[in-house]
């Protein structure tokens, strides 16, 4: 079978674990009703929706009330929500939230990086200082802690949105202390986090699944990462502990349910099994979500 017409049919089944809908203060495509029926019509399993300014919780329960597919939702510790606010993620808990993101375009670490996405840049740049997630000794600042508490006690999905890989090595750290069991590494690969394959072996080995996108090889990037730099890290780290998404909502990208077909078509051609595919675009983004196929 020609590999466009496998990664077609891998399509099947699979869950986007990272998609950015509309409304929102950047230009979006589609909407979680539009996301949704595209990805029902395309046979996936679910989506599970992004906003760096609100929880989707709520967003993600009416698309699921309206298109019959399941969508799930969570909510991005930005300047918007409050930042790191205890009240919020136990609120959005509360609401079905599934993953609760670190920082992301308000991260201090990602405000220093943000001229590699032209698109945030122009809405991002001035005084914000940016939010860090540790204290001046390295440790993690008190309403974190209450925060992974409250993820923990939900058995929700903790992620690292946009923060350093220092940073991220101390909450991954200090979540699996704390009994959370579902944690993602947002992007590792991502030309602003730029893990080397060391440190991706190193954070998986303390508990972490990474999640590696699709929209990190797109012009959305000022410098795209070619698609072989995520097959090697797929090699290196293993795909049992590894994520597929696309990250897609963008203006200038395709479509969700095209960018996956295009991230498995690329992983295709650069030799990745097919049974590894599914793991890492079904079978691992369903056992974080907490969902059985």
Known sequence: MELRQKAKELIKGAIDFHIHPGPDIFPRPMNDIEIAE?????????????????STAARAFLANFVTGFPVFGGLALNYSVGGLNPEAVRTALRMGAKEIWMPTINAQHYLKAVDNVPMFAKLLK????????????????????????????????????????E???????????????????????????????QEMKDIV????????????????????????????????????????ST??????????????ENFIYEMLKLGI??????????????????IEL
């Not at 008190?142 to 949105?161: H, M, P, S």
């Not at 099994?273 to 907490?290: H, S």
């Open 167 to 197: 940073e991220a090595f101390i909450l991954i750290t200090e979540a699996k202390k704390s009994g959370v069991e579902r944690l993602v590494v947002t992007h590792p690969t991502s030309p602003m986090e730029a893990y080397t394959i």
């Open 126 to 165: 001035g005084d914000l200082q940016g939010i860090s997630i540790i204290n001046d000794d390295k440790t993690l600042k008190d309403e974190v802690k209450e925060i992974i508490d409250a993820v923990a006690e939900a058995d929700a999905i903790l992620a690292t949105g946009h923060i350093s890989v």
């Open 273 to 290: 099994d097919e049974a590894d595919i599914k793991m890492m675009t079904r079978d691992n983004p369903a056992k974080m979500i907490g």
């Open 38 to 54: 595209r990805a029902k019509a395309a046979g996936m399993s679910a989506v599970l929706l992004k906003s760096h300014v609100e």
């Open 247 to 260: 990250d897609s909502g963008q203006v200038i990208n395709p479509e969700p349910v095209i960018s996956m």
């Open 205 to 244: 080995a303390r508990g972490a699944m990474v999640e590696h996108v699709v929209n990190d090889t797109t012009h959305q990037m000022k410098n795209p990462i070619p698609p072989s730099v995520i097959a090697d890290a797929i090699r290196a780290v293993g795909p049992e502990h590894t994520i597929m």
